[in-house]
């Protein structure tokens, strides 16, 4: 494809959603280049939820196959107390769930997407720099320039913005700060055969808890246990600047079940991630730059959709300039708007969502009580909650997917 | 009746549990008097609702028709949100709710139940004594001697310790004290016409919303408006031993919809009730005195049940006496005991239940849209979260109310 031959393009960091990005422009035949501070490509963190809104863009790229072979396809989403460990409700993964969204649920190790994106990017033609820094974008006329840390300075037709949720560059456009949830996760992988579990596991398994949650899913094929256990941090109540230690984590679950007490001696104590995300902006865009991915929409990790948000932009608007663009780099303007309009109302959603979800996962007493009940009694046949989320479709004049139920 | 001649039984209170236990008792031919402190008989308060758990006990002591000349048959409970006023869910009060529970959901102004209740104690040869106040009760051998004020002193085979949350008999068994739940009711009945409602209101209707509520209901043939408006004091919270007051009431309902915030006009605001209770106990025994009503089990007024408990109480005692003490009152503390051993757990479930339906009525956020979640959502069609309170029969080797749906 080359509908965007002659189109050039500097990405701004080079985490899931620059690589993305980097692919699906390269893949319609723009010149891109990124720039990605670190001196090597990769990922930290551990597994990665994904649902069928970003499969489905996995698949439309040509890369779905090579990740899903190191991912795994879970049967259910599994909701359980994590008090008292009863299961309170469940989500099929299966072919129901998956013609209706057309694609799959699956989880896959963050570096083994990252990789993926990147060699694609990479095969697609797209030129991918480490060790080099944006520190300013700034639109004169048609064309953005780039200044990276080096003092070289690089010009194109357009500037995506995604250096995350510290961007150095969402400041040109808004002056606020990334917001404390005052949760902290702690992550932690290892041989499925060291996790001592009674049973196979073959979902994702969600304890929902007053001030915690605790996640499970196999990755790589089953081979390993990915947890995450998030919770409350101590610290960040009594006003601390720093918060979330290793010394907070096993008396954050001390009202929690002996299965996920156990298992907590299973994640790792060097490193863990105090949770920020933003408060929603409606505007992305300066001039010939536009905010995508977690500097523009970062999320709390509730929906699993912080990736997949950096899926979505990057169709969208490698979409949306395919169809208008026609060799006129004059366009940019309108197709950015076009961009910033479709995709912030989507995104903010998932941020305040997200929020209202966690507070959810987390509540006490009769509030936990009434979840709980809800959950039990929801109708599992029923996709209302979830149709606006895993449903979306960025297409123009989209009648959505065909959700019929 | 006279299985119970030869009995003689003191109530000390004459609130509506007295009145009603002394009534019980006298239509089984004890010999029954009752001391109240007060100078009349009579109720402060305002509308009273009762359910079918109670309405099938008036109907047995054959003054339920007198009672409920002077009350309403409400057609539904409605519970509405007090932010938005979306009705949230309803039950109906009709036709196979009165099958299922044998009888009744009515509301009354509780002076005319008490006074019903009064009148038919007398009637059936009670001796109902003003100006009494208990102020002892000591068990010898097979007598209880009750202490008035006045000096005297009055012998019986039996004492009720019926003189409400502050008993001053309770302390002989328990050193606790009434536990305040930091929210104060504001109530006020007033001419239906003057209320200027859109619409007749045919129902009881409960807005639910942070930190207050607010109950709306027909009195007295639907010629009256009674109102409740119950919100948790600020003063409380700040510490203060005396808490509740009129200045509180209407920023309490700031947030709330311009349907609630109307109607605060037409409350009393000269008077005002902070709502206690008192934390569940298994023993109301010592020697020949039972506590029961208020003085035993006093609930906070979520499940409209405090009233009924107290009839409750008073069929079960009269029951067992008539069926267990054949003209030997040795038998007593064994019936005492039976009545004890089946009560406590009936009214303790009342009492606990009670404190979390309040607090997931006064839900905010996350909580708030979880329990509105649920009630919009839940089997209308289903008993399953009442038949307890409304199905509950003393009886003994019962088999339950015919309870099938």
Known sequence: MSELK???????????????????????????????????????????????????????????????????????????????AEVLTKVDL??????????????????????????????????????????????????????????SVHSADVVLGMDGLHSVLRPKLHDDKPVGSGYVAFRGTIPMEEAGLEEELEDVVGYIGPRCHFIQYPLRSGAMLNQVAVFQSPAFLRGEEMWGSAEELLPAYDHC????????????????????????????IDGRMILLGDAAHPPLQYLASGAVMA????????????????????????????VNTERAPRCNRILTTGRMWGDLWHLDGAGREARN???????????????????????????????SH
């Open 6 to 84: 002659g189109a050039r393009i500097i990405v701004a960091g080079g985490g899931i959603g620059g690589a993305a990005n980097a692919l699906a422009l390269a893949r319609k035949g723009a010149d891109v280049t990124l720039f990605e501070r670190a001196a090597e490509f990769g990922e930290v963190g551990a597994g990665l939820q994904i649902g069928p809104h970003g499969s489905r863009i996995l698949k439309e790229w040509g890369i779905f196959d090579e990740v899903i072979a190191k991912g795994v396809l879970p049967k259910n989403l599994v909701f359980r107390d994590a008090i008292t």
């Open 311 to 338: 899926l979505e932009d990057a169709k969208c608007l490698s979409d949306y300039a395919a169809e208008d663009l026609r060799g006129d780099t004059a366009n940019w303007p309108q197709i950015l708007r076009d």
């Open 94 to 151: 299966g072919r129901e769930y998956q013609q209706r969204y057309g694609g799959v649920y699956f989880v896959v190790h963050r570096s083994d997407l990252h990789s993926a994106l990147v060699s694609a990017a990479r095969r697609a033609g797209a030129t991918l720099v480490n060790d080099a820094t944006v520190t300013d974008v700034v639109t004169e006329g048609d064309l953005a320039h780039v200044t990276l840390a080096d003092g």
């Open 373 to 403: 009940e809800l959950f039990r009694t929801r109708d599992t046949s029923s996709y209302k909650y979830t149709d606006w989320l895993w449903g979306y479709d960025s297409a123009r004049n989209r009648d959505g997917l065909a959700l």
């Open 257 to 284: 079940h002996e299965t996920v007490r156990s298992a907590l001696k299973h994640m790792w104590t060097d490193r863990w991630w105090p949770m920020f995300d933003r408060d929603p902006v409606d505007n992305w």
